[in-house]
């Protein structure tokens, strides 16, 4: 039986903890994109922005984490807005 070293112990504890924490901000990154998404198809402009803007927020704060990439979160805002932006134009 082979010996394990504490540091290995004490890493795979901290991916544990970080994968929880990365799983569960997706989670809720796919929750409110959804909800905005809903929104928007709905035609609703005002319950949409208010979503829109939530959910940006818990975007950016995902980045500021390094949970993703500031390339994707402005990625994935700025077509979160191009969805926003066309219930105006209907």
Known sequence: LAKVHKSVVKR???DKR???RNVSYKSRIASVTKKVLELAGAGDKEKALAEFKKAQAIIDSA?????LH???VA????RLGRSVAKISAK
């Open 12 to 14: 795979v504890k901290q």
């Open 18 to 20: 970080r994968q929880d």
């Open 63 to 67: 980045a500021n984490k390094g949970i």
């Open 70 to 72: 500031k390339n994707t």
């Open 75 to 78: 990625r994935r805002v700025a």
